[in-house]
T-cell receptor, first 111, second 113 residues
Framework: GDSVTQMEGPVTLSEEAFLTINCTYT??????LFWYVQYPGEGLQLLLK?????DKGSNKGFEATYRKETTSFHLEKGSVQVSDSAVYFC??????????FGQGTELSVKP | DTEVTQTPKHLVMGMTNKKSLKCEQH?????MYWYKQKAKKPPELMFV???????INESVPSRFSPECPNSSLLNLHLHALQPEDSALYLC????????????FGPGTRLTVL
């Protein structure tokens, strides 16, 4: 079945460091891909999305590119801030199907 | 505007109580969802409503009873819960079922004593 695999956390970075959170997926067809962020004590917020191969989603300095050849959707940010500390979920949605989440990656950014 | 609201924000209840969670969206979305999330885990789908009708029940125990009074509102009625039901309950909506982006509310943090 369809699935999402994320790199395990927690990930600890210093402020202004470069961030990569790896996400790979298994799916038939052409799913839509998402990154959601969950700040401490809050619900999920949509961070970015991509709906077809080679699409790049971007928001708040975060970027991810839908790579069908490597079945990946890695999240990147050039310079993280303390306020980016949160749990990040990669997710896919097959056409007509349910939203499938990865296990989540906890990011902690230190000043 | 992509806002989904949920009330209450926090709820503490005993195992014999009856309570309800409420979710509201005014984006004209025709699909609404309930998820359960345990700490540091991804959300787990519980129910899906499509055009105000229950379309998916992920084998959820009957002590959880969903209701969709109209296209903007979604309730989750709780009765005789167990301590292991303590979790963050998230509501989400999407424009159409099976497609489009799901937008989540802030959640209700439920504690069952």
């Amino acid at each position: 079945g369809d699935s999402v695999t994320q790199m395990e956390g927690p990930v600890t970075l210093s402020e202004e460091a470069f961030l990569t959170i790896n996400c790979t997926y298994t799916a038939t067809g052409y799913p839509s891909l998402f990154w959601y962020v969950q700040y401490p004590g809050e619900g999920l917020q949509l961070l970015l999305k991509a709906t077809k191969a080679d699409d790049k989603g971007s928001n708040k300095g975060f970027e991810a590119t839908y790579r069908k050849e490597t079945t990946s959707f890695h999240l990147e940010k050039g310079s993280v801030q303390v306020s980016d500390s949160a749990v990040y979920f990669c997710a896919l949605r097959p056409q007509g199907g349910k939203l499938i989440f990865g296990q989540g990656t906890e990011l902690s950014v230190k000043p | 505007d992509t806002e989904v609201t949920q009330t209450p924000k926090h709820l503490v209840m005993g195992m014999t109580n009856k309570k309800s969670l409420k979710c509201e969206q005014h984006m004209g979305h025709r699909a609404m969802y309930w998820y359960k999330q345990k700490a540091k885990k991804p959300p787990e789908l519980m129910f899906v409503y499509s055009y105000e009708k229950l379309s998916i029940n992920e084998s959820v125990p009957s002590r959880f009873s969903p209701e969709c009074p109209n296209s903007s509102l979604l309730n989750l009625h709780l009765h005789a819960l167990q301590p292991e039901d303590s979790a963050l309950y998230l509501c989400a909506s999407s424009q159409l079922p099976g497609t489009n982006t799901q937008y989540f509310g802030p959640g209700t943090r439920l504690t069952v004593l």
